[in-house]
């Protein structure tokens, strides 16, 4: 079974004053494409949330997964203590109750969160595909980090998927 992974997609990333995710208003809507048709085909999704520092701090406005995602009641929510969700005993005991196999990751960061995520897919021998144009960061040079992590992760075998090419799959399956 296949799961789509949203990655710290919390308030206190997006809500910087000085400083803003890459093309978020276009990340925001291509994950929520992708989270759209996931509900409608039943596909679980994912969140996860970053915890413990001092900006995502539990229990604040900053630690909550921004308003503008799609999120249901009978999506998955796993906080997490570190950059690969692999480390989190929740998430991986969460994809064995669901029996997935194959991960689908977006969201941010691109060199932080997301690519070590898709690196702990890799160690713990789960299919794995980076969807690549969905995972963003706050760096001066945010697309060229996009591009850097996509031929890394593409060079380890790891799939990469467009949004449409994501969405066209599953509707396929």
Same mark, same amino acid.
């Given at each position: 079974?296949?799961?789509?992974?949203?990655?710290?997609?919390?308030?206190?990333?997006?809500?910087?004053?000085?400083?803003?995710?890459?093309?978020?208003?276009?990340?925001?809507? =291509?994950?929520?494409?992708?989270?759209?048709?996931?509900?409608?085909?039943?596909? &679980?999704?994912?969140?996860?949330?970053?915890?413990?520092?001092?900006?995502?701090? &539990?229990?604040?406005?900053?630690?909550?997964?921004?308003?503008?995602?799609?999120?249901?009641?009978?999506?998955? /929510?796993?906080?997490?203590?570190?950059?690969?969700?692999?480390?989190?005993?929740?998430?991986?005991?969460?994809?064995?109750?669901?029996?997935?196999?194959?991960?689908?990751?977006?969201? $941010?960061?691109?060199?932080?969160?997301?690519?070590?995520?898709?690196?702990?897919?890799?160690?713990?021998?789960?299919? $794995?595909? /980076?969807?690549?144009?969905?995972?963003?960061?706050?760096? &001066?040079?945010?697309?060229?980090?996009?591009?850097? $992590?996509?031929? =890394?992760?593409?060079?380890?075998?790891?799939?990469?998927?467009?949004?449409?090419?994501?969405?066209?799959?599953?509707?396929?399956?």
């Amino acid at each position: 079974m296949d799961a789509l992974v949203v990655v710290d997609m919390q308030k206190g990333i997006f809500n910087k004053k000085h400083i803003r995710v890459y093309d978020d208003e276009v990340l925001i809507s =291509r994950i929520n494409h992708m989270i759209d048709k996931c509900h409608l085909l039943g596909i &679980p999704v994912i969140f996860l949330r970053y915890t413990g520092s001092y900006v995502l701090t &539990p229990g604040t406005e900053n630690w909550d997964i921004i308003n503008e995602l799609h999120f249901e009641e009978n999506d998955v /929510l796993i906080d997490k203590y570190c950059s690969d969700a692999f480390e989190a005993e929740a998430f991986v005991q969460a994809l064995n109750e669901l029996g997935i196999r194959h991960v689908y990751i977006s969201g $941010v960061f691109s060199h932080g969160c997301v690519q070590a995520t898709v690196m702990g897919a890799v160690h713990k021998r789960y299919d $794995v595909s /980076l969807i690549e144009d969905a995972h963003s960061n706050l760096a &001066p040079q945010a697309n060229r980090i996009i591009d850097s $992590v996509n031929s =890394r992760m593409k060079k380890l075998g790891v799939s990469l998927l467009t949004t449409s090419d994501f969405i066209e799959y599953v509707k396929n399956t």
